[in-house]
């Protein structure tokens, strides 16, 4: 649990803390497990494959129901809030940047639409032995492997100014 308590320290003392969504999409398709990712065209994290969330905004009733509306506005599908399973927490520092990041990270199995691009992301889905860690946040390889195996995952990393690598990370991994 020691990843848990860094991130418990860092969240209560940063000048300021912002709520994000990161949802991944997971489909069985004819006995392949699959992760839907997109491709982020714009913004933050732009030319990176990611799962699909954003900013929590203070018309959203719950986290959830962010995670679920970022998903909808950039994969074009339908997802409840209700059915986005909560994994884990993980917070990104950067250097210089007085500001914490705080991502709530979900799954969700039920959905109804096609996976489509929108403004901000392309889809696509990927064989849990295909995921593109080259072209994805430095971070990602040490918790999504953990994610896809259904286990919960808190952890921090602490990124240097320029966004491509971290100098230092804690990292929680439990059995869901
Ligand atoms: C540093 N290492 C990282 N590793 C993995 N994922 C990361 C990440 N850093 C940010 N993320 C995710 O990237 C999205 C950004 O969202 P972002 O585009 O900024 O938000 P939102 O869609 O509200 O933006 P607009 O201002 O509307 O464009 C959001 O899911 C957030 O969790």
Do not use: C
């Not at 000048?15 to 004819?30: I, M």
């Not at 040490?142 to 990393?157: A, H, R, T």
């Amino acid at each position: 649990m020691a990843a848990a308590r860094r991130v418990a320290d860092t969240l209560f003392k940063a000048p300021k803390v912002k709520h994000y969504t990161l949802a991944f999409l997971l489909r069985d398709n004819n006995g392949t497990k699959e992760v839907l990712l997109g491709m982020k065209k714009r913004g933050f994290g732009a030319g990176k494959w990611n799962g699909f969330g954003g900013k929590v905004e203070p018309t959203d009733a719950t986290v959830s129901d962010a995670a679920a509306r970022e998903m909808n506005e950039e994969a074009l599908v339908t997802v409840l809030g209700s059915d986005m399973e909560e994994k884990g927490t993980l917070v990104f520092t950067f250097t210089g940047k007085p500001e914490v990041m705080h991502v709530h990270v979900f799954q969700v199995r039920s959905y109804s639409g096609v996976p489509s691009e929108s403004d901000e992301m392309k889809p696509q889905w990927f064989t849990y032995d295909a995921i593109p860690y080259a072209s994805m946040w430095a971070d990602d390889k040490y918790w999504l492997p953990s994610l896809l195996e259904g286990k919960n995952i808190v952890g921090q990393f602490d990124f240097d100014a320029d966004e491509t690598k971290f100098y230092d990370h804690v990292l929680d991994v439990t059995d869901a």
